[in-house]
């Protein structure tokens, strides 16, 4: 892993941090009974995990209706929420390499599917309140697999970091062509932009301007200092 591509970690909670796997399988089979659907295998359910509920259970039961989507998600949430009475541990290591990772400068996020009560819920559980830099949960945004979750989170943190710590300027960027549509991005250390973060630019063109169906193409150059004008002689 490369400190110039990547200084921002994401974290899923459920199945990553959490061990609640079994919690979340158990009721989904209890949702299940309690409205009248057959049970899905452990293994579908486990399929499900990080999806927003209701996003869950369409995956799980396509054929639901609106109302009967409501009560499956009532009867799914009573059971989860006794059996989280004590908070599902987190896995072995878990909060030794976090730590690890602070310590290396490293940020720290979490993109779930947990409904933004039941995360703060367990963070305050884990004296995690502001532990992380930023959070989102499935009933502020669209839920995963949509990428708009993590394009949120990215859109809070600053440009990479380059050798030494340096932070990375972006001036300004001007349209080179349509045909892709390209852009000549200028900035003091092309090389310390990655992957990551050029996606991120391109999502950011793409939400402010369209380009639909059509692709983006970035070219990061170095930024010229302006030099100073010189005395005319007389």
């Given at each position: 892993?490369?400190?110039?591509?990547?200084?921002?970690?994401?974290?899923?909670?459920?199945?990553?941090?959490?061990?609640?796997?079994?919690?979340?399988?158990?009721?989904?089979?209890?949702?299940?009974?309690?409205?009248?659907?057959?049970?899905?295998?452990?293994?579908?359910?486990?399929?499900?995990?990080?999806?927003?509920?209701?996003?869950?259970?369409?995956?799980?039961?396509?054929?639901?209706?609106?109302?009967?989507?409501?009560?499956?998600?009532?009867?799914?949430?009573?059971?989860?929420?006794?059996l989280e009475a004590t908070p599902s541990p987190l896995f072995d290591g878990v909060v030794q390499s976090l730590e690890a990772f602070r310590?290396?400068?490293?940020?720290?996020?979490?993109?779930?599917?947990?409904?933004?009560?039941?995360?703060?819920?367990?963070?305050?559980?884990?004296?995690?309140?502001?532990?992380?830099?930023?959070?989102?949960?499935?009933?502020?945004?669209?839920?995963?697999?949509?990428?708009?979750?993590?394009?949120?989170?990215?859109?809070?943190?600053?440009?990479?970091?380059?050798?030494?710590?340096?932070?990375?300027?972006?001036?300004?960027?001007?349209?080179?062509?349509?045909?892709?549509?390209?852009?000549?991005?200028?900035?003091?250390?092309?090389?310390?932009?990655?992957?990551?973060?050029?996606?991120?630019?391109?999502?950011?063109?793409?939400?402010?301007?369209?380009?639909?169906?059509?692709?983006?193409?970035?070219?990061?150059?170095?930024?010229?200092?302006?030099?100073?004008?010189?005395?005319?002689?007389?």
């Amino acid at each position: 892993m490369s400190h110039l591509d990547y200084k921002l970690l994401i974290f899923d909670w459920d199945g990553t941090l959490a061990n609640s796997i079994g919690r979340i399988v158990e009721s989904m089979h209890a949702a299940s009974t309690r409205s009248g659907y057959a049970l899905c295998t452990d293994h579908a359910v486990k399929g499900i995990i990080g999806l927003g509920l209701p996003e869950a259970i369409r995956t799980l039961y396509p054929e639901i209706s609106d109302a009967e989507l409501v009560t499956f998600r009532d009867h799914y949430a009573d059971h989860y929420i006794a059996l989280e009475a004590t908070p599902s541990p987190l896995f072995d290591g878990v909060v030794q390499s976090l730590e690890a990772f602070r310590a290396e400068g490293y940020h720290l996020a979490v993109a779930t599917g947990k409904a933004r009560r039941g995360l703060d819920r367990v963070l305050k559980a884990h004296g995690w309140e502001d532990y992380f830099d930023i959070t989102r949960a499935a009933d502020e945004t669209a839920s995963k697999p949509h990428p708009l979750m993590l394009e949120q989170i990215l859109a809070h943190q600053p440009p990479p970091s380059g050798p030494g710590g340096r932070h990375v300027r972006l001036y300004y960027a001007t349209q080179a062509s349509s045909s892709p549509p390209t852009f000549f991005i200028s900035t003091n250390q092309p090389a310390a932009v990655g992957y990551a973060y050029r996606r991120f630019l391109v999502n950011q063109l793409r939400k402010a301007y369209g380009f639909e169906g059509a692709p983006i193409r970035i070219v990061l150059r170095a930024h010229r200092q302006k030099r100073k004008s010189m005395p005319r002689p007389d």
